[in-house]
């Protein structure tokens, strides 16, 4: 089933998985693309029947601005244009902050499906699952609204509420939840040693202080304990951000000026490598290097990375990257398949679009486009199984979504495998009966296989290996940037 659009409640109307965005100033280069002259004179013939013949008048701005948005999403699910309160909403969300319920959301069967709620939101509170479906917010049915109208009518002012009809897989009946809008300020970055020995490191999203605040955990953690033996990294649900950020995470734990990521697109600009160095994850207009103090032994100390299907662009060039360099051990489930980046080219007024622009690959040219990245060691998120994984939307699964660039057909036999329906009943079983799971506590089943591995003992493997097994002999390595040239890579570094 195809989903048409993805967005996040609170920070935009369909502003997608919170994007590996760039920052832009409107491209010159534009004014050197021929105008399609009928395809304009047909636009404006539109525009002059709609003002004179249509039921009502129609305001110039609303018209020519929903113009703009629809040509803009046809593009792509991530390809967004944004009005002032959108444009305003996204600035806040990079600075981990935002006015909402907390979840992620996706259009499908003309129902509103949660991808994911947020830690620590109203929606996470209140129970809401991945898989969910939204039917009705307060007395309004959600059949017949666009995702964009279904945002509005979620968001609104801080501490006032709204009523979500919610409608479960395996349920008899849709229930009824009331939640309270708010402020959420997303903590990006969570650390505590979890034994003696063995660190735990959240990153939750990508923002513009996430390697500032990463280095200074990390910092006081090898205070707390200078001889580690293992940092589990732990990038679950984690849906991007600034690439900046990505650089930096990934940096902190690799040899200096190392090839973190490199994009591929259609303009000059857009043909990039980026490095671990200063230059390319320092916060915009500033000289200092937030890694410059961290201590050296995070360069050695084994890591363990952990993804599910939540894990998307940002954080999958963290995992990809490291995963190249076999600097970590990526454990957990499939992630998202995000690997395109997002420009944000300002306009006058206070707008902007937000534009796709190029495809990311990783150090050795692996494109996660479409298809994620697969871990190393597969691990259920429960000991009995993942009840959720079947249920995630994943890139693949969103309508006009961006092949992996390699211009070979899409493989059904080589995408991701999903659950069969009699699996499906038995996880969503197991899925109803639980709360929602509280990553680094004592009940993290995949965290405990993280520190069974450090420590040499048996690690759960994932309910359904032969599935991975099959892809990955059918396909060992994704599809290659064009003209890439594989690294040899030996002890973490290029020879």
């Not at 990245?373 to 961006?402: C, F, M, Q, W």
Request: a neutral charge; one cysteine or more; proline letters at 6%.
């Amino acid at each position: 089933m195809k989903v048409k659009q993805i967005g996040l409640v609170g920070i935009g109307a369909a502003l997608g998985f919170c994007a590996s965005l760039q920052f832009s100033a409107m491209a010159q280069k534009s004014a050197d693309a021929p105008l399609p002259l009928d395809e304009l004179r047909q636009l404006t013939e539109v525009y002059g029947l709609i003002k004179s013949d249509y039921v009502e008048s129609v305001e110039d701005k609303k018209l020519l601005s929903q113009a703009i948005a629809g040509m803009v999403a046809s593009l792509d699910p991530h390809s967004v244009y944004l009005d002032k309160k959108a444009y305003r909403e996204l600035s806040d969300s990079m600075e981990g902050k935002f006015v909402g319920l907390g979840i992620e959301v996706a259009m499908e069967d003309g129902y509103v499906k949660i991808v994911s709620p947020i830690e620590d939101s109203p929606a996470f509170r209140a129970g809401i699952k991945a898989g969910d479906l939204i039917t009705r917010i307060d007395s309004t049915p959600i059949k017949g609204l666009s995702l964009d109208e279904a945002i509005k009518k979620m968001r609104g002012e801080p501490n006032s509420k709204v009523v979500l009809t919610i409608a479960r897989k395996g349920d008899d009946k849709p229930w009824i939840v009331p939640l309270v809008r708010q402020e959420i300020r997303v903590q990006s970055v969570k650390a505590k040693m979890v034994e003696p020995g063995y660190a735990w490191l959240r990153i939750s999203q990508f923002q513009e202080l996430t390697v500032e605040d990463m280095a200074k955990k990390l910092t006081a953690l090898h205070a707390q304990d200078p001889k580690l033996k293992g940092l589990v990294l732990d990038l679950r649900n984690d849906p991007g951000g600034l690439l900046p950020g990505a650089i930096g995470v990934s940096a902190a734990f690799l040899p200096h000026d190392q090839e973190i990521v490199s994009t591929l697109g259609q303009l000059p600009d857009s043909n990039r490598k980026f490095y671990g160095r200063r230059e390319f994850y320092a916060n915009r207009g500033s000289n200092a290097d937030p890694l410059s103090k961290l201590p050296p032994a995070f360069k050695n100390i084994p890591i363990v990375v952990l993804v599910n299907g939540g894990s998307a662009s940002a954080s999958e060039i963290v995992a990809g990257a490291l995963q190249d360099y076999k600097r970590a051990i990526v454990m957990g489930t499939q992630t998202f398949g995000k690997g395109s980046v997002q420009t944000l080219r300002e306009l006058p007024n206070a707008t902007a679009v937000k534009l796709t622009t190029a495809r990311y690959y990783t150090p050795t040219g692996r494109s996660i486009q479409a298809k994620g990245i697969t871990p190393d060691i597969l691990v259920d998120e429960y000991a009995d199984g993942d009840g959720l994984n079947s249920l995630r939307v994943r890139e693949s699964d969103l309508e006009k979504h961006l092949s992996d660039g390699s211009g070979v057909p899409e493989d059904a036999a080589l995408k991701l495998k999903r659950d069969s329906l009699e699996e499906e009943q038995r996880a969503l079983a197991l899925a109803k009966s639980r709360k929602p799971l509280e990553f680094g506590s004592a009940d993290d089943f995949q965290l405990a296989q993280a520190l069974n591995h450090f420590k040499g003992l048996p690690v759960k493997l994932s309910s359904a290996p032969a599935k991975a097994d099959k892809t990955e002999k059918e396909d060992p390595v994704a599809p290659l940037k064009p003209e890439t040239t594989v690294p040899e890579l030996k002890n973490g570094t290029k020879k």
